[in-house]
């Protein structure tokens, strides 16, 4: 696959929010988006990855970025975040330069200095000035040089609105630009629409799950085309849910990337419990997940449950044998591997298996192409009368055996709803019909209505009326 396939693309003007750690930039994202979207906590360096989400700000759509902070020390991962923070920068139309109101350190004025090339697009944003009182500390820093600057407190909301009026005036021509073009139509809505159950697919999201070291940040810079996420051999770097964007053969494509996600016993701090639940949350914003498996160490107990989650949320599912070129090359390994899936995960024996390697962009092509016949399959409606024509085939051929002198039938079938997918069977005595005829009912729907690679529902309901066939 070539880079010239994934296009990412900068649709809005973009706001980052950047300083050392810990002095409220995630506070101050999640009070601009009026959501709790990045992780807060007084640890220093909770936020790793950028974190961005669309804001709208008086009408305008702006991409907001939560940085994971500047941080020359020695701490875990400090120079990567500080890395990933300036790729991001470099990016920014407005930079957020927050700084703690209370003290003005040397590592801050380090920090000043490292940030002096953008001062053209900086406001410099003081922090934790609770109350009109403490205004008077804003003169500590207002010989930097910058001429931008205000005085907030993220966590109570104070002068919030100041800042964001400050913000619209340096994207005054960003936001005349978006106003006469497209600036923001975003077809991206939680729910679900009638245009999304239409043959043409224009948008798939997606989230990638897994165990901890699987590739899954891998995947996304892959996929995305851009640095994203930071990759490390060491478990538990991903915490927050980081989100991309790309197209791929004319198709927009949202993708989540996840924190791995491992047994309960070994979630030892706060700030992975919350990341643990966010990813299982990433399952309901997906149409189809990504289960990245390692194929080196295989399929383990955490993996299922992870997939009793995907199914019993309706989701499509793909499993990713990640880490393929680093297995031994034997004759039929695929086949052996994919049988060794159905034998030991039964709950996921209807979904496509895809071997891949992140590092290498090896599969990528296959990857995409399955995971549009799944979304495809998502959202396909069969009709009552096309549906009732084929279970009274799949009756006459193998009728619904009696019990203890009990006759039962099968009145009607319909399809109740797509994504998830649910089939009703009205009978004629719904207690103790047969679990084995609605399996069988269940693969007769699969193969005639090609529904091989989801998961869907048949249920039993008792027949008062038939309706009228669509």
Same mark, same amino acid.
């Given at each position: 696959?070539?880079?010239?396939e ?12 950047a300083?050392r750690p810990?002095? =409220?930039?995630?506070?101050l ?6 959501? !709790? ?10 936020? !790793?990855?950028?974190?961005?989400s669309?804001?709208?700000?008086d009408?305008h ?5 939560d ?9 875990d ?6 890395d ?7 990016k920014?139309?407005?930079?957020l ?10 590592e ?18 003081i ?7 403490k ?6 820093f207002?010989?930097?040089?910058f001429?931008r600057?205000?005085?907030i407190s ?21 936001f005349t630009?978006?106003?006469d ?11 679900q ?5 239409n043959?043409?697919?224009?948008h798939i999201?997606?989230?990638?799950i897994g165990k901890p ?5 891998t995947?996304l810079?892959r996929?995305?085309?851009d640095d ?7 478990p538990?770097t ?8 790309f ?11 996840t924190? =791995?996600?491992?047994?309960k016993k ?20 997906a ?10 160490? =295989? ?6 449950k992870?997939?009793?989650q ?7 599912v ?10 031994p090359h034997?004759?039929?390994?695929e ?9 030991l ?21 296959k ?5 549009? +016949? ?9 009709s ?10 799949w009756?006459?051929?193998y ?9 039962y039938k ?17 009978v ?6 047969p ?6 009912i269940?693969?007769?729907?699969? +193969?005639?209505f090609?529904l ?15 309706? !009228?066939?669509?």
């Amino acid at each position: 696959m070539t880079d010239s396939e994934f296009i990412s693309s900068k649709k809005y003007p973009c706001v980052v929010i950047a300083g050392r750690p810990n002095v =409220g930039k995630s506070t101050l994202f999640n009070r601009l988006l009026r959501q !709790r979207r990045s992780i807060t906590d007084p640890v220093p360096g909770v936020t !790793r990855d950028p974190v961005s989400s669309i804001w709208d700000l008086d009408g305008h759509k702006i991409t907001l970025t939560d940085t994971g902070g500047i941080d020359y020390s020695d701490a875990d991962f400090a120079s990567l975040i500080t890395d990933k923070s300036f790729q991001t920068l470099e990016k920014g139309d407005v930079i957020l330069l927050l700084l703690d109101g209370k003290e003005l350190t040397g590592e801050d004025e380090f920090v000043i200095q490292k940030m002096r090339r953008f001062t053209d697009k900086i406001i410099l944003v003081i922090n934790k000035l609770d109350s009109p009182e403490k205004d008077d500390l804003l003169w500590n820093f207002k010989g930097m040089g910058f001429s931008r600057i205000v005085g907030i407190s993220s966590s109570q909301g104070r002068n919030i609105d100041v800042l964001t009026d400050e913000i619209k005036k340096l994207l005054a021509d960003r936001f005349t630009a978006c106003d006469d073009g497209d600036n923001g139509a975003d077809d991206d809505a939680d729910g679900q629409n009638e245009d999304l159950v239409n043959a043409r697919i224009s948008h798939i999201k997606l989230s990638i799950i897994g165990k901890p070291n699987t590739g899954k940040s891998t995947l996304l810079n892959r996929l995305t085309g851009d640095d994203r996420s930071i990759v490390s051999d060491i478990p538990g770097t991903t915490r927050d849910v980081i989100e991309g964007t790309f197209s791929y053969r004319d198709i927009k494509y949202t993708v989540y990337d996840t924190a =791995g996600i491992r047994r309960k016993k070994k979630v030892t701090d706060d700030i992975e419990y919350y990341s643990v639940n966010r990813a299982i949350g990433s399952i309901d914003h997906a149409e189809v997940v990504l289960l990245m498996i390692d194929s080196l160490e =295989g399929l383990t107990d955490q993996d299922k449950k992870i997939a009793y989650q995907i199914v019993k949320k309706g989701r499509g599912v793909v499993i990713v044998l990640n880490k393929w070129d680093m297995m031994p090359h034997t004759p039929n390994a695929e086949r052996a591997m994919r049988d060794r899936l159905s034998f030991l995960f039964p709950i996921l024996d209807f979904a496509p298996v895809v071997t891949i390697s992140a590092r290498e962009g090896q599969g990528i092509d296959k990857l995409m192409d399955t995971i549009f +016949k799944v979304r495809r399959q998502l959202f396909t409606r069969i009709s009552t009368s096309e549906l009732n024509k084929a279970v009274r085939e799949w009756v006459d051929d193998y009728p619904v055996p009696s019990a203890k002198g009990i006759r039962y039938k099968i009145r009607y079938a319909t399809q109740a709803e797509v994504f998830p997918s649910r089939f009703l069977l009205f009978v004629n005595r719904p207690e103790r019909f047969p679990d084995a005829y609605v399996s069988y009912i269940k693969n007769k729907i699969r +193969k005639r209505f090609r529904l091989t690679m989801i998961p869907f529902e048949v249920e039993i309901r008792e027949s008062v009326s038939r309706p !009228r066939e669509e």
